[in-house]
């Protein structure tokens, strides 16, 4: 299994750059779903692990006073000054096939943090790209209170069920959509309201 989420890895990094090599400047600068964040500090992020080696993280972290948010907001948008368009995304070309996984997070964290980010940029853009449903499937089998205590989400009384993958969670009201827009919500992102169905829909479209 481990193989098989590391090769999806891989090939979620070659598809992100494919995307991202084919977006405009004003895209670039274009607001993602992560709140604050254009697209070039979303890659900024992606790319962050492939620069900062374990010192620099925990320097980062002891600056931000041990909040990771705090300090990946202020990498992300002291990278973007650093290096230009041009040079992220070659940082991630460079780097697909890199055995980074988060703390604690293992593979499917790495394919998690990847898959997540590509959609904070391809919903917000409109871009015609969908991750196939099996790797989000193997984000969502993994998921678990953990993730909805991290970001916040309140799911109470709402029952989660995907369209297109074998994959339902919670009780209550339904919310319908693609696995990779519940995977979304799950993670505390707001989608578009035409991508949502059921009478839970209203919570989270924006």
Request: charged fraction near 20%; aromatic fraction near 6%; glycine fraction near 12%.
């Amino acid at each position: 299994m481990a193989d098989e989420v590391r090769a999806a890895v891989v090939a979620e990094r070659t598809e992100l750059v494919q995307m991202l090599a084919g977006l405009t400047p004003e895209q670039w600068a274009a607001p993602s779903l992560c709140a604050g964040w254009r697209v070039r500090e979303v890659v900024a992020h992606i790319t962050m692990p492939y620069r900062m080696g374990l010192p620099q993280f925990l320097g980062g972290m002891v600056r931000a006073r041990g909040n990771f948010n705090r300090m990946a907001d202020r990498v992300a948008r002291r990278d973007t000054g650093r290096f230009s368009d041009a040079e992220l995304l070659g940082s991630l070309r460079d780097n697909v096939a890199h055995q980074w996984q988060p703390p604690g997070g293992g593979p499917v964290g790495a394919l998690s943090h990847d898959l997540i980010h590509g959609l904070d940029i391809s919903v917000a853009l409109g871009v015609a790209r969908r991750p196939p449903v099996e790797r989000v499937g193997m984000i969502l089998a993994a998921a678990d209170g953990r993730n909805l205590r991290y970001f916040g989400v309140d799911l109470s009384g709402v029952r989660l069920e995907a369209t297109d993958l074998d994959f339902r969670m919670g009780a209550g009201a339904p919310l319908r959509g693609a696995a990779q827009d519940l995977l979304l919500i799950v993670c505390g992102r707001r989608v578009p309201a035409s991508r949502l169905e059921g009478t839970a829909a209203g919570r989270f479209t924006g």
